[in-house]
Protein backbone atom coordinates (compact mmCIF):
# COMPACT_ATOMS: atom_id res chain seq x y z
CA UNK A 1 0.00 0.00 0.00
CA UNK A 2 1.16 3.60 -1.07
CA UNK A 3 2.08 6.78 1.75
CA UNK A 4 -1.28 8.11 -0.68
CA UNK A 5 -3.02 5.66 0.10
CA UNK A 6 -2.64 5.00 3.40
CA UNK A 7 -3.19 8.96 3.85
CA UNK A 8 -6.63 8.44 2.34
CA UNK A 9 -7.34 5.53 4.34
CA UNK A 10 -6.70 7.57 7.53
CA UNK A 11 -8.72 10.96 6.24
CA UNK A 12 -11.80 8.63 5.69
CA UNK A 13 -11.19 7.13 8.66
CA UNK A 14 -11.58 10.27 10.67
CA UNK A 15 -14.23 11.66 8.94
CA UNK A 16 -16.51 8.74 9.78
CA UNK A 17 -15.80 9.54 13.21
CA UNK A 18 -16.85 12.80 13.07
CA UNK A 19 -19.57 12.43 15.33
CA UNK A 20 -17.30 10.91 18.21
CA UNK A 21 -14.66 13.81 17.51
CA UNK A 22 -17.59 16.11 17.90
CA UNK A 23 -18.93 14.82 21.25
CA UNK A 24 -15.65 14.29 23.14
CA UNK A 25 -14.40 17.84 22.57
CA UNK A 26 -17.71 19.35 23.48
CA UNK A 27 -17.51 17.59 26.65
CA UNK A 28 -14.49 18.22 27.35
CA UNK A 29 -14.86 22.02 26.90
CA UNK A 30 -17.70 21.40 29.39
CA UNK A 31 -15.06 20.62 31.84
CA UNK A 32 -12.49 22.72 30.95
CA UNK A 33 -13.43 25.56 28.82
CA UNK A 34 -10.80 27.84 29.11
CA UNK A 35 -8.51 24.98 27.39
CA UNK A 36 -10.85 25.93 24.06
CA UNK A 37 -12.13 29.89 24.53
CA UNK A 38 -9.02 31.17 22.67
CA UNK A 39 -9.88 29.53 19.87
CA UNK A 40 -13.12 31.89 19.95
CA UNK A 41 -10.75 34.48 18.33
CA UNK A 42 -9.70 32.17 15.47
CA UNK A 43 -13.08 31.07 14.37
CA UNK A 44 -13.17 32.99 11.29
CA UNK A 45 -9.87 31.94 10.08
CA UNK A 46 -10.55 28.56 10.75
CA UNK A 47 -14.16 28.20 8.84
CA UNK A 48 -12.00 30.33 5.27
CA UNK A 49 -9.78 26.78 6.08
CA UNK A 50 -12.39 24.46 5.78
CA UNK A 51 -14.13 26.60 2.74
CA UNK A 52 -10.86 26.56 0.89
CA UNK A 53 -11.07 23.12 1.22
CA UNK A 54 -14.10 22.56 -0.58
CA UNK A 55 -13.44 25.17 -2.97
CA UNK A 56 -10.53 22.61 -3.90
CA UNK A 57 -13.32 19.82 -4.36
CA UNK A 58 -15.10 21.99 -7.26
CA UNK A 59 -14.62 21.90 -10.83
CA UNK A 60 -16.04 24.94 -13.39
CA UNK A 61 -18.53 22.20 -14.75
CA UNK A 62 -20.08 21.74 -10.88
CA UNK A 63 -21.04 25.69 -11.59
CA UNK A 64 -22.09 24.99 -15.13
CA UNK A 65 -24.82 22.28 -13.63
CA UNK A 66 -26.40 25.03 -11.39
CA UNK A 67 -26.60 27.69 -14.69
CA UNK A 68 -28.38 24.67 -15.98
CA UNK A 69 -30.92 23.94 -12.93
CA UNK A 70 -31.39 26.98 -11.27
CA UNK A 71 -34.68 25.61 -10.09
CA UNK A 72 -33.11 23.44 -7.61
CA UNK A 73 -31.38 26.83 -6.06
CA UNK A 74 -34.72 28.58 -5.98
CA UNK A 75 -36.13 25.48 -4.50
CA UNK A 76 -33.52 25.42 -1.86
CA UNK A 77 -33.73 29.22 -0.96
CA UNK A 78 -37.39 28.94 -0.48
CA UNK A 79 -37.89 26.42 1.63
CA UNK A 80 -35.20 27.83 3.75
CA UNK A 81 -36.65 31.01 3.82
CA UNK A 82 -40.18 29.51 4.48
CA UNK A 83 -39.59 26.60 6.55
CA UNK A 84 -36.75 27.69 9.21
CA UNK A 85 -39.02 31.49 10.59
CA UNK A 86 -42.49 29.62 11.04
CA UNK A 87 -41.38 26.39 11.72
CA UNK A 88 -39.43 28.44 15.18
CA UNK A 89 -42.77 30.64 15.59
CA UNK A 90 -44.67 27.38 15.83
CA UNK A 91 -42.20 25.84 18.34
CA UNK A 92 -42.26 29.17 20.66
CA UNK A 93 -46.16 29.04 20.88
CA UNK A 94 -46.31 25.22 20.92
CA UNK A 95 -43.86 24.95 23.74
CA UNK A 96 -44.49 28.01 25.48
CA UNK A 97 -40.93 29.77 25.58
CA UNK A 98 -40.38 32.78 27.28
CA UNK A 99 -40.80 35.93 25.31
CA UNK A 100 -36.62 36.63 25.73
CA UNK A 101 -35.80 32.92 25.07
CA UNK A 102 -38.28 32.54 22.34
CA UNK A 103 -36.68 35.76 20.55
CA UNK A 104 -33.41 34.07 20.44
CA UNK A 105 -35.57 31.03 17.96
CA UNK A 106 -36.65 32.90 16.04
CA UNK A 107 -33.54 35.37 15.12
CA UNK A 108 -32.21 31.41 14.29
CA UNK A 109 -35.14 30.73 12.14
CA UNK A 110 -34.73 34.07 10.41
CA UNK A 111 -30.76 33.78 9.85
CA UNK A 112 -29.24 32.45 6.65
CA UNK A 113 -27.91 29.41 5.27
CA UNK A 114 -24.27 28.68 7.78
CA UNK A 115 -21.27 27.49 6.67
CA UNK A 116 -21.18 24.58 8.72
CA UNK A 117 -24.07 23.27 5.97
CA UNK A 118 -21.30 23.79 3.25
CA UNK A 119 -18.81 21.75 5.46
CA UNK A 120 -21.62 18.67 6.19
CA UNK A 121 -22.70 18.71 2.54
CA UNK A 122 -19.20 18.50 1.56
CA UNK A 123 -18.94 15.25 4.38
CA UNK A 124 -21.60 14.08 3.34
CA UNK A 125 -21.31 14.15 0.00
CA UNK A 126 -23.87 15.99 -1.15
CA UNK A 127 -24.13 19.00 -4.41
CA UNK A 128 -21.40 21.37 -2.46
CA UNK A 129 -21.55 23.68 -5.62
CA UNK A 130 -25.18 24.16 -5.00
CA UNK A 131 -24.85 24.16 -0.96
CA UNK A 132 -22.54 26.90 -1.11
CA UNK A 133 -24.38 29.31 -3.99
CA UNK A 134 -27.83 29.23 -1.77
CA UNK A 135 -25.44 30.11 1.30
CA UNK A 136 -24.19 32.91 -1.04
CA UNK A 137 -27.97 33.72 -1.74
CA UNK A 138 -29.51 33.56 1.82
CA UNK A 139 -26.86 35.57 3.24
CA UNK A 140 -26.68 38.17 0.74
CA UNK A 141 -30.09 38.77 1.00
CA UNK A 142 -30.55 38.14 4.82
CA UNK A 143 -30.11 41.83 5.18
CA UNK A 144 -33.72 42.07 3.75
CA UNK A 145 -35.29 39.01 4.59
CA UNK A 146 -34.27 38.90 8.20
CA UNK A 147 -35.86 42.18 9.66
CA UNK A 148 -38.62 41.43 8.09
CA UNK A 149 -39.66 38.34 9.31
CA UNK A 150 -38.66 39.62 12.83
CA UNK A 151 -40.91 42.03 12.86
CA UNK A 152 -43.40 40.06 11.19
CA UNK A 153 -42.86 37.32 13.68
CA UNK A 154 -42.16 39.60 16.74
CA UNK A 155 -42.91 42.70 15.89
CA UNK A 156 -39.72 43.92 16.48
CA UNK A 157 -37.89 45.90 14.19
CA UNK A 158 -33.83 45.52 13.99
CA UNK A 159 -31.44 46.91 12.08
CA UNK A 160 -28.81 44.68 9.81
CA UNK A 161 -26.50 46.38 7.64
CA UNK A 162 -25.47 45.25 3.88
CA UNK A 163 -21.58 46.07 5.08
CA UNK A 164 -20.95 43.41 7.72
CA UNK A 165 -23.16 40.46 5.88
CA UNK A 166 -21.43 40.84 3.03
CA UNK A 167 -18.13 41.21 4.73
CA UNK A 168 -18.82 37.59 6.16
CA UNK A 169 -19.76 36.18 3.03
CA UNK A 170 -16.69 37.06 1.00
CA UNK A 171 -14.29 37.00 3.43
CA UNK A 172 -15.45 33.39 5.03
CA UNK A 173 -16.96 31.78 1.87
CA UNK A 174 -16.80 33.27 -1.80
CA UNK A 175 -12.98 34.59 -1.09
CA UNK A 176 -11.18 31.20 -0.08
CA UNK A 177 -14.13 28.59 -2.23
CA UNK A 178 -12.88 30.56 -5.36
CA UNK A 179 -8.93 30.64 -4.10
CA UNK A 180 -9.60 26.92 -3.81
CA UNK A 181 -11.41 26.41 -6.95
CA UNK A 182 -8.69 28.15 -8.83
CA UNK A 183 -5.79 26.03 -7.16
CA UNK A 184 -7.48 23.21 -7.90
CA UNK A 185 -7.51 24.17 -11.58
CA UNK A 186 -4.00 25.05 -11.52
CA UNK A 187 -2.92 21.31 -9.68
CA UNK A 188 -4.64 19.40 -12.39
CA UNK A 189 -3.09 20.83 -14.51
CA UNK A 190 0.54 21.45 -13.40
CA UNK A 191 1.07 18.85 -10.66
CA UNK A 192 -1.97 16.25 -10.56
CA UNK A 193 -0.71 14.23 -7.97
CA UNK A 194 -0.26 17.05 -5.38
CA UNK A 195 -4.32 17.70 -6.42
CA UNK A 196 -4.97 14.26 -5.64
CA UNK A 197 -2.54 14.28 -1.99
CA UNK A 198 -4.90 17.85 -1.49
CA UNK A 199 -8.28 16.30 -1.97
CA UNK A 200 -6.61 13.44 0.45
CA UNK A 201 -5.87 15.57 3.24
CA UNK A 202 -8.63 18.15 3.52
CA UNK A 203 -11.75 15.87 4.31
CA UNK A 204 -9.39 15.83 7.85
CA UNK A 205 -8.80 18.79 7.92
CA UNK A 206 -12.15 19.98 7.74
CA UNK A 207 -12.92 17.55 10.85
CA UNK A 208 -10.28 19.00 12.88
CA UNK A 209 -11.67 22.83 12.58
CA UNK A 210 -15.20 22.25 12.78
CA UNK A 211 -14.33 20.00 15.95
CA UNK A 212 -12.38 22.99 17.10
CA UNK A 213 -15.45 25.63 16.49
CA UNK A 214 -17.91 23.37 18.41
CA UNK A 215 -14.92 22.98 21.63
CA UNK A 216 -14.68 26.85 21.91
CA UNK A 217 -18.41 27.53 21.05
CA UNK A 218 -19.35 25.08 24.19
CA UNK A 219 -16.47 26.66 26.10
CA UNK A 220 -17.43 30.53 25.54
CA UNK A 221 -21.03 29.48 26.62
CA UNK A 222 -20.78 26.81 29.17
CA UNK A 223 -22.77 29.00 31.69
CA UNK A 224 -25.92 28.97 29.50
CA UNK A 225 -25.26 25.65 28.46
CA UNK A 226 -25.71 24.60 31.94
CA UNK A 227 -28.62 26.53 33.17
CA UNK A 228 -31.05 25.72 29.84
CA UNK A 229 -34.41 23.96 30.67
CA UNK A 230 -35.64 21.02 28.81
CA UNK A 231 -38.03 22.83 26.82
CA UNK A 232 -35.17 24.88 25.52
CA UNK A 233 -33.07 21.82 24.37
CA UNK A 234 -36.27 20.58 22.80
CA UNK A 235 -36.88 23.45 21.09
CA UNK A 236 -33.38 23.35 19.63
CA UNK A 237 -33.18 20.31 18.52
CA UNK A 238 -36.41 20.13 17.07
CA UNK A 239 -36.36 23.32 14.89
CA UNK A 240 -33.01 21.66 13.93
CA UNK A 241 -34.60 18.29 13.25
CA UNK A 242 -37.38 20.34 11.25
CA UNK A 243 -34.94 21.83 8.81
CA UNK A 244 -32.82 18.46 8.38
CA UNK A 245 -36.20 16.51 7.59
CA UNK A 246 -37.89 18.80 5.42
CA UNK A 247 -35.12 20.22 3.29
CA UNK A 248 -34.24 16.30 2.41
CA UNK A 249 -37.89 16.19 1.82
CA UNK A 250 -38.48 18.94 -0.64
CA UNK A 251 -35.52 18.25 -2.40
CA UNK A 252 -36.97 14.69 -2.76
CA UNK A 253 -40.75 16.14 -3.54
CA UNK A 254 -39.25 17.99 -5.97
CA UNK A 255 -36.90 15.80 -8.07
CA UNK A 256 -33.66 16.98 -7.30
CA UNK A 257 -30.60 13.81 -7.19
CA UNK A 258 -29.63 12.61 -3.92
CA UNK A 259 -27.04 14.38 -3.66
CA UNK A 260 -29.28 18.21 -4.20
CA UNK A 261 -31.51 16.50 -2.23
CA UNK A 262 -28.92 16.15 0.52
CA UNK A 263 -27.67 19.85 0.19
CA UNK A 264 -31.06 21.07 0.49
CA UNK A 265 -31.15 19.44 3.60
CA UNK A 266 -27.98 20.98 5.25
CA UNK A 267 -29.00 24.01 3.68
CA UNK A 268 -32.87 24.20 5.59
CA UNK A 269 -31.14 22.61 8.39
CA UNK A 270 -28.34 24.32 9.49
CA UNK A 271 -28.55 28.10 10.37
CA UNK A 272 -26.05 30.51 10.76
CA UNK A 273 -26.51 30.90 14.46
CA UNK A 274 -23.02 32.57 15.28
CA UNK A 275 -25.12 35.78 13.52
CA UNK A 276 -27.90 34.93 15.18
CA UNK A 277 -25.83 35.25 18.67
CA UNK A 278 -24.09 38.47 17.41
CA UNK A 279 -27.83 39.86 16.80
CA UNK A 280 -29.27 39.23 20.07
CA UNK A 281 -26.19 40.60 21.90
CA UNK A 282 -25.88 43.80 20.06
CA UNK A 283 -29.74 44.56 19.10
CA UNK A 284 -31.10 43.37 21.95
CA UNK A 285 -29.03 44.27 24.87
CA UNK A 286 -31.74 44.44 27.81
CA UNK A 287 -32.69 40.48 26.90
CA UNK A 288 -29.52 38.72 27.36
CA UNK A 289 -31.81 35.58 27.63
CA UNK A 290 -32.00 36.12 23.33
CA UNK A 291 -28.70 34.38 22.91
CA UNK A 292 -29.08 31.35 24.99
CA UNK A 293 -30.84 29.34 22.22
CA UNK A 294 -28.79 30.70 19.35
CA UNK A 295 -25.64 29.55 21.61
CA UNK A 296 -27.11 26.27 21.62
CA UNK A 297 -27.94 25.95 18.31
CA UNK A 298 -24.46 26.22 17.34
CA UNK A 299 -23.38 23.21 19.42
CA UNK A 300 -26.36 21.41 18.36
CA UNK A 301 -26.14 21.42 14.66
CA UNK A 302 -22.49 20.78 14.82
CA UNK A 303 -23.15 17.76 16.43
CA UNK A 304 -26.46 16.58 14.25
CA UNK A 305 -25.07 17.65 10.88
CA UNK A 306 -21.82 15.65 11.56
CA UNK A 307 -24.33 12.57 12.32
CA UNK A 308 -26.30 13.25 9.48
CA UNK A 309 -23.40 13.58 7.16
CA UNK A 310 -21.54 10.62 8.31
CA UNK A 311 -24.93 8.61 7.94
CA UNK A 312 -25.23 9.90 4.29
CA UNK A 313 -21.59 9.03 3.80
CA UNK A 314 -21.96 5.35 5.19
CA UNK A 315 -25.00 4.70 3.17
CA UNK A 316 -22.95 5.43 -0.26
CA UNK A 317 -20.43 2.75 0.95
CA UNK A 318 -23.00 -0.11 1.48
CA UNK A 319 -23.05 -2.64 -0.76
CA UNK A 320 -25.41 -2.51 -3.09
CA UNK A 321 -27.71 -6.23 -3.45
CA UNK A 322 -27.98 -7.32 -7.04
CA UNK A 323 -31.58 -8.62 -7.65
CA UNK A 324 -30.69 -12.53 -8.98
CA UNK A 325 -34.33 -14.02 -10.34
CA UNK A 326 -35.29 -17.11 -8.92
CA UNK A 327 -35.39 -19.89 -11.72
CA UNK A 328 -36.87 -22.78 -10.62
CA UNK A 329 -34.98 -26.12 -11.39
CA UNK A 330 -37.06 -29.32 -12.59
Known amino acids: MSGLDSLERLSAL ?31 LLLGIVMLGMGLTLTPA ?11 VFIGVVAQWLIMPVGAYVLVVALGLPWEIGLGLL ?9 ASNVMTYLGRGDVALSVTITSVTTIAAPLVMPAWIILLAGE ?10 EEIVLIVLLPVILGLGLRGLLDRYAPTLARVGLSVFPAISVG ?9 VGLNVENILTASVLVF ?19 AAHMPEDRARACSFEVGLQNSGLAVALAVSVFPAMPAAALIPALFSVWHNISGPALATYFARRDDEP ?11
Open 14 to 44: TSKLFVFWVLLFASIALYTPGTFTPIGDHIP
Open 62 to 72: DFRRIVERPRD
Open 107 to 115: LVGAAPGGT
Open 157 to 166: EITVTFASMA
Open 209 to 217: AIVAIVAAV
Open 234 to 252: LAVVAHNALGLGAGYAVGR
Open 320 to 330: RVQYEPNVASD
